[in-house]
């Protein structure tokens, strides 16, 4: 009598596979399965290269040259000049570089300090309820106006715009990671783990802390790119950036006086600014689609 193969043995078989060889693909498998990861990774390349490398080989973004104000694109100034006859390529290349450092800096610093309070809600129930109506709270002030009101009050330095766009973040990253918390918390092994008598910060930082990486990762992709919006309305509205520093929200906050006449002074800030995040949206839902496993299972 031969033994017929159960499901339980299936699940035996499914297990005894080492979790690298079904979920962790090579890099050109991944590549071709998620086609957005790589065309976003280079988009998103590129703006780096460009904000880190391109103030190189452009000229000084505010040096004023009146005589050459308002000029259209051409063989010397590749994206034309502005009103007080600044290099409007120039500017847009810095520029960059302020929307990347905003972003990164938003998203390290959000999902760092989320990270940390919503495993704190997620584990702690004594401290869940008085840390969630804190979060409650920052989530009913629009984000906008609560930058505005930062801005205002401790004045307009790259410090405080990175601050005013984080703080609206970091509720988002909290609930985020509680509910992670509260579904891993009631796993079998994690309920070993704390009857074997492992201390509460190794409990965390063993069995709690790895779950939540896979959905900050994506998360904080869309924190970035969130942040660089956020940063250019401040600066188009005059409440970012000081104006004496190149940003993509300054720049077409001063030229949208002279968008008839030139409207260069907008388009390209605007186009630099979309490619952009467009590049960060791309990339996180890429790493979505890899990274959750429900989806994963179907492709």
Not at 138 to 156: E, Q, R, T, V
Not at 174 to 189: D, F, M, N, T
Request: charged share 15%.
């Amino acid at each position: 009598m031969t033994d017929t193969p159960t499901s339980s043995g299936k699940t035996d078989e499914l297990l005894a596979v080492p979790p690298s060889s079904a979920s962790d693909p090579n890099l050109a498998v991944l590549l071709w399965r998620h086609p957005s990861i790589f065309w976003g990774g280079i988009l998103l390349s590129i703006m780096v290269l460009i904000a880190i490398f391109g103030p190189l080989f452009t000229g000084d973004p505010i040096e004023l040259n009146p005589i050459k104000r308002l000029k259209p694109p051409s063989g010397e100034s590749w994206f034309g000049t502005d009103y007080l006859g600044r290099d409007t390529f120039a500017r847009v290349i810095y520029g960059a570089r302020v929307s990347l450092v905003v972003g990164l800096a938003v998203s390290i610093i959000a999902v760092s300090i989320g990270l940390v309070v919503g495993m704190v809600s997620g584990y702690i129930r004594a401290l869940d309820a008085v840390i969630m109506r804190v979060m409650d709270g920052l989530m009913s002030i629009p984000g906008i106006l609560l930058a505005i009101a930062l801005i205002s009050l401790s004045g307009a330095t790259m410090m405080t715009v990175v601050t005013a766009i984080m703080i609206p973040e970091i509720p988002r990253v909290v609930r985020l990671v509680r509910s992670v918390v509260l579904s891993v918390r009631e796993e079998p092994y994690v309920e070993a783990a704390i009857a074997s008598g492992t201390k509460l910060h190794l409990v965390l930082i063993r069995h709690i802390l790895p779950n939540t990486i896979a959905p900050l990762i994506v998360l904080a992709t869309y924190i970035c790119g969130s942040a660089m919006l956020t940063e250019s309305i401040l600066g188009f509205i005059g409440a970012g950036i000081p104006p004496e520093i190149p940003s993509w929200g300054n720049i077409m906050s001063e030229g949208r006086t002279y968008f008839q006449l030139s409207p260069w002074i907008i388009f390209y800030p605007g186009i630099a600014l979309a490619i952009t995040v467009l590049a960060v949206n791309v990339v996180g839902d890429g790493l979505r689609d890899t990274l959750d496993p429900r989806i994963a299972r179907k492709m």
